[in-house]
């Protein structure tokens, strides 16, 4: 079980390592990308409950960015699949809720519920793929400075940028003590009992607690006055407005045009 | 202005549950020296550190730090004066780029933006990192993270050093490295340590707590070889001034 939970911290900490490869999106500024996901994920969201043609020419642009920064695409379809538990439990239930037949297939026929499902399943995939993509070519604390660029309030990329910093500080204390829990405990299943677990559960808030105090310390101690700065120059020139308008036009117009159905017209005019 | 950087008279603290930690502690430092406190575990050296930097607020005593009576109005100025080295660089760094973390303290005390990065590059070539700048510090190994620390108070231009087991959690090559580079450093040092070999090394003089008091203050070399002093304090000599323990000769 611990096993476990190590190999998802150091696949954690794996998009950082993806994320100081040097690419021409690497090089990309952070705003850039930041905005075109954005741009990218409202697109995806905003379609109808029951669209999956439509969504389908959205997986161009995570190809293109695997493609571009020469991502490994089994580690990101290993991410996605870790956090779809979420999505399906989300959705199962459409097929039984839904009941009515939208498509005719031959002989048979698929209900409402089932359509809705995929198109949920795509939509989940298209716009944490795409996250998991930013993070992975630009990493996070970059992507926490990028958004107070932008004008996000200080207060919430400060906290981010600490929580992601603390991540592994807290998520190494947490193996520590389940190591030193199944070491010395030696129920064959290796099952953690309730009580025992609130205990673990408690001693890491105290120690969390005990850690904030030692951090404040250290920032005290550095002439700390409730403000952090960051010195960080970025530059967006004509590269980064090029991407930005390049693909944000390209989802517009994949939004307001329903690209398969015209291909698919264009097609069999022509057949036709 | 005194002759003495750090000056403190008869300093006593208690803990708000009323534990005592310092029962009248009373020392002077002079400029360029370097320093060992050495004490058994809960003797007071950590208590009497974060008295040096102001974290603590003494019950009775004062304590003095350059020319400023350590109050809450001269904190910020005694904060620039001490650089403050914690025990645990999780702790300490907690910026995501090991580039922000040197830069904390200068950009908080009002440097220009050209003159913070030229703090921090040369901060981090003092201690030899440079290469590491961009690296979030989480995936430092221990010994870098103990250089990146030190950086992070170097940029600060601190006049006393004050560190924190500085050696703890070293393998033996870092430990080595770490104390030539302290070394060569002409700050006021004042180091908390149980590393006594280390202490040989770099400080001229040491001053032993043993509960909450000053049990003995004088040079190095002196005090590790009083047997009876060390033994009462619940300390050992350092390895290298006890005999070879394969030939069984006197060291």
Partial sequence: MSTKIDRAFYDIGHLDILAEADTPLHRLDPRAKLLTTAVFVVCVVSFGKYEIAGLLPFFLYPAVVIGLAELPLSFLLRKLLLVSPFVIFIG?????????VMVQLGPVGISGGWVSFASLLLRFSLTVGAALLLIATTGF?????????????????????????????LIAESIRMMRAQSLRSFNAKG?????????????????TIDRAQRIHMAMLSRAFTGEIRIVRQFSFGYKEACFLAGFGGLFLCLRLTDLTALLGSLVLG??? | MSHHIVEVKDLKFHYPDQTPALRGVSFQ????????????NGAGKSTLLLHLNGYLTPTDGQVRIGDYQLTPETV????????????DPDDQLFMSTVFDDVAFGPLNLGFTPEDVTARVEKALATVGVSHLKNRPPHRLSTGQKRRVAIASVLSMSPDILVMDEPSAGLDPRA?????ELLKSFEHTKIIATHDLDMVVDLCERT???????????GPTMEIFSDDKLLAASCLEKPLRMQGCPICRCKG
């Fill in chain 1, 92 to 100: 199962i239930f459409n097929p039984w809720l839904d009941r009515e």
């Fill in chain 1, 141 to 169: 604390g970059t992507i926490c400075m990028a958004l107070e660029q932008l004008g996000a309030p200080r207060v919430f990329t400060v906290q981010l940028l600490l929580l992601y910093r603390y991540l592994f500080v």
């Fill in chain 1, 191 to 207: 099952r953690i009992s309730y009580r025992v677990f609130l205990q673990m559960l408690g001693n890491l808030l105290l120690r």
């Fill in chain 1, 270 to 272: 022509i057949t036709g």
């Fill in chain 2, 29 to 40: 430092i002079r400029h360029g020296e370097s320093v060992a406190i050495v004490g058994a």
């Fill in chain 2, 76 to 87: 910020r100025e005694v904060r620039r004066t001490v650089g403050m080295v914690f025990q």
């Fill in chain 2, 175 to 179: 430990r080595t490295q770490l104390i």
């Fill in chain 2, 207 to 217: 001053i032993v707590m043993h509960d909450g008091l000053v049990s003995a203050d």
